[in-house]
């Protein structure tokens, strides 16, 4: 009878074992098939997707500024505080929209359409400059002169013209969003913020029901700890790189740098990744000041910008972020090169956050084990 119940369970296992194997030749057979209707289906979720992220980014002001409703002495606003706070932030953003679309966008579009219109003459003057170089000059090297040969050989108009450049702009946003989903989106960031309470209060009940105390409290932990973080980053990575961006503007067009507010702009928003963002944008910067302006000014561009830099890094950047996230900048440098490779800018933007969190989290093991060794070496001596 034994034999009979082990020869079942062996057949039973060599059958599951194949239905596994099949289940999984087919699932890669028709791998691209399965990717299709995942992908179909977070484009169905991705307003809704939106629409969290939105409410996460903004639930912070929208709390101060229902704390703040909270307090007055009228019984409706009082009563009404949070749904005023979410109609006063959004109010805001939508100034802040309307200031973009009519006063900077326009400058910094009318810069771009310039830069793009006139670059290939800046180029011939620049590959013209080169040529008169001597020729014992270390700048004519084999390098440089096979650069200048793959430069010469591209027609930029082809691809970089204001007809080209706003189709490029039409399509990337038919590709990403729609009128329709932006609206859902935004309804759905409006129905968390009001309900977040009951949100957040189904979600750790749940946490409670499915993990055990110890668990739960550690998830609890890290949960509040991430949030702390990446508010923190995010919020403060953006008021510093809006007030970088408007004081390199200012002081470019106080020296007379051609595309000041499209630079000034740029150099603003490579700013919000830390130390790669900054010398990215500068570099290239640099570069396209020395095109269209000459040497001299570009070395001036240069000592300007880097001055700034240094008073945003000693000076404003901490009145903004307040405590540091306490990650080295080596670590900074290597998280933002691999979230950079694996998931270009986004990825070099959220790389920090992330990696001071594996940080805690690796911090908090290790200190772990290292009780749990000093604990089993005391045990041992008794």
């Not at 939508?94 to 793009?116: G, K």
């Not at 809006?242 to 007379?256: E, F, H, N, P, Q």
Request: aromatic share 12%; charged share 15%; with cysteine.
């Amino acid at each position: 009878m034994n034999e009979i119940k082990n020869h079942g369970k062996k057949w039973l296992y060599w059958f599951s074992l194949g239905v596994a194997i099949i289940i999984i030749y087919k699932a890669l057979d028709n791998f691209g098939s399965i990717m299709d209707v995942i992908g179909k289906f977070f484009n169905i979720l991705s307003p809704f997707l939106v629409g969290i992220f939105i409410s996460y980014l903004i639930y912070i002001p929208c709390k101060s500024i229902e704390r703040a409703y909270s307090k007055s002495k009228i019984k409706f606003i009082k009563k009404k505080a949070r749904v005023l706070s979410i109609l006063t932030v959004y109010l805001i953003i939508l100034l802040i929209i309307l200031i973009l679309i009519n006063v900077i966008l326009p400058i910094v579009f009318e810069s771009v359409v310039d830069f793009i219109t006139s670059i290939q003459s800046y180029i011939e003057t620049a590959i013209q400059k080169y040529n008169n170089l001597p020729e014992n000059s270390v700048f004519k090297g084999e390098l440089a002169k096979e650069a200048i040969k793959n430069i010469q050989s591209i027609d930029l108009k082809q691809y970089l013209n204001v007809d080209k450049l706003i189709e490029y702009i039409v399509s990337a946003i038919n590709a990403v969003t729609s009128i329709f989903d932006i609206f859902v989106a935004v309804i759905v960031s409006v129905y968390i913020l009001v309900e977040r309470t009951q949100i957040i209060k189904f979600l750790k009940r749940m946490a409670n029901a499915i993990f055990r105390d110890k668990t739960y409290r550690h998830i609890d932990k890290y949960f509040n700890n991430s949030n702390k973080i990446f508010f923190k980053f995010i919020a403060s990575q953006f008021l510093d790189a809006v007030v970088v961006g408007i004081l390199v503007t200012i002081a470019m067009t106080i020296m007379g740098i051609k595309y000041a507010p499209l630079l000034g702009f740029f150099i603003g928003l490579f700013n919000m990744i830390p130390y790669i963002g900054a010398i990215i944008a500068v570099g290239i910067s640099a570069i396209i000041t020395l095109i269209t302006g000459g040497l001299s000014q570009a070395i001036w561009m240069l000592i300007v910008v880097i001055i700034l830099q240094q008073i945003d890094a000693n000076i404003i950047n901490p009145k903004i972020v307040g405590q540091s996230l306490k990650v080295s900048p080596l670590l900074v440098i290597f998280a933002v090169t691999v979230g950079g490779a694996y998931f270009g800018m986004l990825g070099m933007f959220l790389a920090v956050p992330i990696i001071a969190v594996i940080k805690i989290l690796m911090e908090d093991y290790i200190n772990y084990k290292l009780i749990q060794k000093s604990k089993n070496l005391k045990t041992i001596e008794r």
